[in-house]
């Protein structure tokens, strides 16, 4: 009935076990014991061993001045700067999971160059890779169209291994 009533927290989920923390805590909270923030271990030392109220208020203006001013960590400036490099290689082709994998495959595989030989190719996929210009014709074989990857498709092919690898 508690925990319907949100008295108490529920089990940990997936379990039938509880968190003691979490009951502690919420029993300090109903009874009116628990702090409402956490004491500051300056003020704690200075207020226990009987430090001037005019030292507080210098700490105080010191930290807070000190907060405010505090530059962004290293790690933000490395993301920003990675994110920055990132954009140089965004691909511009618009190709989706599909399209790409059947791309990669006919730049590793040059002698599978027609639509059976290409796995998960189709005629509709194909058209759209020579619509996007990452495919040309380049001639028949008998019945079967033949395909080869253009400059601007291994440009792509580039443009998204680079963009994958700088993903922050």
Known sequence: MWVA???????I????KWDRR?????????SGLAATEPEDPFVKWMREHGGEEADLQRWHRHRD???AEAPASNYEDWKAKKLKRREKYRPQLGLDAKLERILRFMADH???DT???IPGAG???IEWLVEKSA????GTDGHALRYAVTEEGRAELHRIQKWKSLTP
Request: proline share 11%; with cysteine; charged share 30%.
């Open 115 to 117: 639509i059976d030989t």
């Open 65 to 67: 001045s000190t907060r």
């Open 123 to 125: 005629p509709v996929t």
């Open 110 to 112: 040059a002698d599978c």
């Open 22 to 30: 979490a009951i502690d805590a919420k029993l300090d909270e109903i």
């Open 13 to 16: 989920p997936g379990t039938r």
């Open 5 to 11: 009533s949100h008295k108490m927290p529920p089990a």
């Open 135 to 138: 495919v040309r014709l380049v």
